[in-house]
C-alpha cells in the first residue's frame, strides 16, 4: 500500500539533546513537509523540499534542520537550540508543489 | 500576507443535525488553493477537499458539500445529517505561489457530535 510513514510515533527528548525525526513515502512524489503543531493550534510549516537536494525554511525553522539525499526521505532533526520542542510533528507529500498534500501519522515529541 | 481565519472554535451538534463550518481567508495571489482537512482523536489529517481559485462550482459529496465564494473570500463546509463519527478537528487551509504552496492552516474547529 502506498503511503506515509513515520516513526517514532512517541519520542522522548532529554533537555541538550539531538532527536530526528523518521518520514518516509512510496507514493513516488517530488515535494516533501513538515509541519508542527501545539495543543488548539492549527499547523505550522518548519521545512519543505521540491526536489531532491533541495529544502526551503518555512516560517519556524529555528532549532530544525532537515536533508533530503533520497526522495522517498526527509528526516527532520530537533536540535537542543530548539527550546520548546513538544510538540505533534506531521510529515506530508505531494506529486508536485500545486498539488494536495497528504500527510503521515505524526509523531509526539515530549521533552523530559 | 495571507492568512485563513476560522472563527468557530468549538460547535457542538446533535446527531442528524446539520452543520457549517466557516472559513474565510486573505491573499493576494489570483491563482491559489483551498482545503478542507480533517483531524480526528489519532491525529492524522486526512484530506477531504480542494478547490482551485479558478472554480468556483460548489459541490456535493454524499453528505459533505461546500460553498466557495470569491466575493467574500469563503471556503465554508457543510456537513449535512452529522454522525458521531463526523466528531473531529477540521482544518481550512490555503496554498499559493506566496507561500511556496505550502499549505497555510487556520486555527481549526473543533465539532463535537453526540447521540
Known amino acids: 500500500d502506498g503511503g506515509i510513514t513515520q516513526s517514532p510515533k512517541y519520542l522522548f527528548r532529554k533537555e541538550g539533546q539531538n532527536v530526528t525525526l523518521s518520514c518516509e513515502q512510496n507514493l513516488n512524489h517530488d515535494a516533501m513537509y513538515w509541519y508542527r503543531q501545539d495543543p488548539g493550534q492549527g499547523l505550522r510549516l518548519i521545512y519543505y523540499?521540491?526536489?531532491?537536494?533541495?529544502?526551503q525554511k518555512g516560517d519556524i525553522a529555528e532549532g530544525y534542520s532537515v536533508s533530503r539525499e533520497k526522495k522517498e526521505s526527509f528526516p527532520l532533526t530537533v536540535t537542543s537550540a530548539q527550546k520548546n520542542p513538544t510538540a505533534f510533528y506531521l510529515c506530508?507529500?505531494?506529486?508536485?508543489?500545486?498539488?494536495?498534500?497528504?500527510f503521515g501519522p505524526g509523531t509526539r515529541l515530549l521533552v523530559l | 500576507a495571507q492568512k485563513v481565519t476560522q472563527a468557530q472554535t468549538e460547535i457542538s451538534v446533535v446527531e442528524k443535525e446539520d452543520v457549517t463550518l466557516d472559513c474565510v481567508y486573505e491573499?493576494?495571489?489570483?491563482?491559489?488553493?483551498l482545503f478542507w482537512y480533517k483531524q480526528p482523536p489519532s491525529g492524522e489529517l486526512v484530506f477531504l477537499i480542494r478547490?482551485?481559485?479558478?472554480?468556483?462550482q460548489n459541490e456535493i459529496s454524499g453528505r459533505y458539500s461546500w460553498n466557495f465564494q470569491k466575493s467574500t473570500s469563503s471556503f465554508n463546509f457543510t456537513i449535512t445529517a452529522s454522525q458521531v463519527v463526523d466528531s473531529a478537528v477540521y482544518f481550512c487551509?490555503?496554498?499559493?505561489?506566496?507561500?511556496?504552496?505550502?499549505?497555510?492552516f487556520g486555527k481549526g474547529t473543533s465539532l463535537l457530535v453526540t447521540p
Open positions: 491573499t493576494r495571489d489570483t491563482t491559489y488553493y
Open positions: 506530508a507529500s505531494s506529486q508536485g508543489r500545486t498539488e494536495t498534500q497528504y
Open positions: 487551509a490555503l496554498s499559493s505561489s506566496n507561500s511556496g504552496y505550502a499549505l497555510n
Open positions: 523540499s521540491q526536489i531532491v537536494n533541495d529544502f
Open positions: 478547490r482551485n481559485s479558478f472554480d468556483e
